[in-house]
Each structure stands twice: as structure tokens, then as C-alpha cells.
DNA sequence: CAATTGGCATACGAGACGTATGTGAATAGG
DNA sequence: CCTATTCACATACGTCTCGTATGCCAATTG
């Protein structure tokens, strides 16, 4: 049988991704010595060049995989809401609260940019924004969202306020207090692409 | 005379940040080499720890320049407008604007918050947040703008949709036509600030 | 004019990265 | 069943960059 060893491919790959995921997460990828954390794997840098070409390579591997969580959960939560625009609300509000979380903060929207340049051009991370820009796509069609609008330009604007939100959230004093702020001042601004009566 | 040392002084330190604002803007920070760009300014990194600490301290001298010049900028361009609101509007895109620079999208955008962490909290680089800010107080006052919403807090996500908007454009096929499409989106998220009558 | 400050350069050591090479186990073919 | 080959991963080495400790020379001060 040769399964074994794929399974032990998969999960050298995995173990690899998951110490990268801890060491950017918490230290930030400049500081993350690429022998400390394939050393907490129990591997060396030798599997690392072998499966990811280098650290950019690995922090890719590691943003693929957070951004395809956050798509599945976006998803996931949002999708229980009565109407069409309540769905595309709970989604960005679900992505705020995600979007709180330090390693996905970390690693998402500041080593990330920083490393593989505007997110907007990641290979494998688009799963959120390609959801909202459905979203906004279909609530023009019903007369919901203003039509002159381009879609996922208008999804990547909220992303933006989105992250800024989260940041603001997450290193406040009051977390709570500031969460309330936050989160209605976005809603505020989604306001503005109704439709007025 | 004890003038021509203050001078002399004053002058290596705009030449390390003026040879540093050109590294980072254009090869980024991590890839700059200390030793390369203040020998392109005819020195060596003795003068840079020696005025700035290290790296980390060089970027923030870049950064507050930077944020000066905006500040600037934007106050001058804004402030021909008839009405407040027109004004708050104009602040904006100018904002805007000045992000399609490659220079200030790499420095203030991508490296800075990677390096110094959260621009909230820049010691010396929040001219621009805190013009917006004031803008946004007094259009509430004169009921231009609802009244519920926490100014700083909006226009922190104010600035965060520009940021995505001006990466946008700047990094479109089609310069023209995105710019379009993303400024008439962001108007239209700032509609929903506005009161309705 | 002598002493001292301080701006800046040089020298040295410590990591971190990339590459070239080695090794042992799993697989494929006869 | 045996051999050849592939390939996953480790090791070794050279290079680059950074931080610190030290040294020197000019300008200032008394």
C-alpha cells in the first residue's frame, strides 16, 4: 500500500503550517526564525524548502488556509438571516468579530500585506470578499443597494472600514463600549448604499 | 559661531531619512539594508544609531514626515469648499489622492502598520485622523451628520475604506475607470452618514 | 589654548537565510 | 523477491544583515 506515505506528506505539510501559524500569529513573521519554529515541529528547515520554497512560500500556505476558515464561518453564521440584507449585515459584523481575533489581526491584515503585498491580489484568499461581492451583486438586482454601484469594489471599501473596526475593537481599553461604537458606525455607513424610498 | 554643527546636524539627519523614505518606499523595509542606503547618503549606520536608535526608530522619523506633508495637503486642497460637509467630502478624496503615491501606499500602508503596529497608535502621525475627526464633530453639531456616532471611531473606518480604495486604483489595469468606481462607492458609504430629512 | 563633548566611523560577534549536498526509506519494475 | 530509483527531509556551509562596543576627529566651552 502506499498510503502511508502520503499521509505522512500531509502531515509534515500540516505540522509545518500549523508552527508557522502559531510563531506569525503571536512573534509576527519578521521575528519568526524559520529553525525555531520547524524545530517546535520536530522537522527542520530542510522541510520547509522542500514543500513551501521559501518563507513567503509557507506564509501563503498559512493564508490560504486561515481565509478559507473565515470563508466556511462567514458563510456559516450569516446564512440564518431572514432577509437577503440582514445576510449581507451578519456577514461583515461575523467578519468584525472574527476579524478580532490577534493571530487572524496579525497575520491577515498586518504581516500579510506587508509580505505578499495587497490582499485584494492573494491567490487563494478571496473566499470573503467573493461571498459579499455576490451578495451586493444580488441585492442590486432586487433594488435593495443602489445600481450604479461596481460590486466588489464597494465589498473591498467595506472590507477595508471592516479591519479598521476590528482594530480599533481590539486594542481599545473597553472592548465592550468600543465594540458598540464600532459596530454602529459601520452599520451607519452600509446605510448609505440602500436604496432611499 | 556654533551654528554650522546644528547644521550639519540637522542636515545628516534629512539626508538619512530622505535616503531611508526612498529604500522603504520603493524595495520595502525589510529589504532595505542599512548599510546600503545611508552609504547611498554618503554615511554609515553609525549615524543612523546614533540619531534614530535603529530601524524601527528611522521608520517612525519617515512616517511622521510623511504624515506631516499629508496633513498639509490635505488642509490646503480641502479647505476651499463652500459648505462643511463639501469640505469633509473633498478632505476625503484628497486623501485618496495622495494614497495612489506608491511611495505612501508601501510606507504608511503595508510596511508601517507591520513594523509599528497599529497606526491608531503612531506617536506622531495622526494629523490627517484628527482633521477628519474635528470635521465630523462640528457636522454633528450643525446636524448635518447623525448624531449617535463616535467621530474618532467613524473616521478611523472612514480611513480604512480610503486606504482600500486608493490600493485599488492604484493597483488597476484601468486607472481611470477604477478611480471612478471607487470613489462614487465611497461617496455613497459617506451618504449614510448624513441625516435624512 | 586646553579639555571635553559628541557626531560619526570602524570592528567584531551573533543570528537568520538560501543553497548544495547527503541519506535513508518507500516505491516501482522485472 | 530483489534491485534501482525517487523523493522527503536533514546537515553543512557561505553570505548577509543587524546590534554593540570601541575609537577618532572636529567643534565647542571655559
Same mark, same amino acid.
Given at each position: 500500500?502506499?498510503?502511508? =506515505?502520503?499521509?505522512?506528506? &500531509?502531515?509534515?505539510r ?6 508557522? =501559524?502559531?510563531? *506569525? ?8 526564525? !524559520?529553525?525555531? *519554529?520547524?524545530?517546535?515541529?520536530g %522537522? #527542520? $528547515?530542510? &522541510?520547509?524548502?522542500?514543500? *513551501?520554497?521559501d518563507?513567503?512560500? %509557507?506564509?501563503?500556505?498559512? @493564508?490560504?488556509e ?5 470563508? %466556511? $464561518?462567514?458563510n ?7 432577509? $437577503?440584507?440582514?445576510? *449581507? ?8 468579530e ?9 497575520? !491577515?491584515f498586518?504581516?500579510g500585506?506587508?509580505?505578499l ?9 478571496? &473566499?470573503? #470578499? ?5 451578495? %451586493? ?12 454601484l ?5 465589498? =473591498?471599501l467595506i ?6 473596526a476590528?482594530?480599533r @475593537? ?12 464600532? @459596530?454602529?458606525?459601520?452599520?451607519q455607513?452600509?446605510?448609505?448604499? $440602500?436604496?432611499?424610498?
Open positions: 500500500m502506499h498510503r502511508p =506515505r502520503k499521509e505522512m506528506i &500531509a502531515e509534515t500540516a505540522k509545518l503550517i500549523a508552527a508557522a =501559524r502559531h510563531a *506569525f500569529g503571536t512573534i509576527g513573521y519578521a521575528e519568526a526564525s !524559520m529553525d525555531d *519554529f520547524t524545530a517546535s515541529a %522537522l #527542520t $528547515r530542510g &522541510a520547509l524548502y522542500h514543500h *513551501f520554497g518563507k513567503k512560500g %509557507l506564509m501563503q500556505a498559512v @493564508i490560504a486561515i481565509d478559507g476558515e473565515m470563508a %466556511l $464561518r462567514v456559516e453564521v450569516a446564512s440564518k438571516a431572514p432577509t $437577503r440584507w440582514q445576510h *449581507f449585515v451578519d456577514e461583515c459584523t461575523t467578519y468584525i472574527m476579524a478580532l481575533e490577534p493571530e487572524i489581526q496579525r497575520i !491577515m498586518r504581516d500585506p506587508a509580505v503585498g495587497d490582499p485584494a491580489q492573494w491567490p487563494n484568499a478571496n &473566499a470573503c #470578499t467573493a461571498s459579499m461581492t455576490e451578495h %451586493l451583486t444580488k441585492l442590486q438586482e432586487e433594488g435593495v443597494v443602489v445600481p450604479e461596481d460590486p466588489e469594489t464597494t465589498s =473591498r472590507n477595508g472600514a471592516s479591519s479598521q476590528a482594530q @475593537i481590539a486594542n481599545s481599553k473597553d472592548p465592550e463600549a468600543t465594540s458598540k461604537k464600532a @459596530i454602529a458606525a459601520f452599520k455607513l452600509l446605510e448609505g448604499l $440602500r436604496k432611499k424610498p
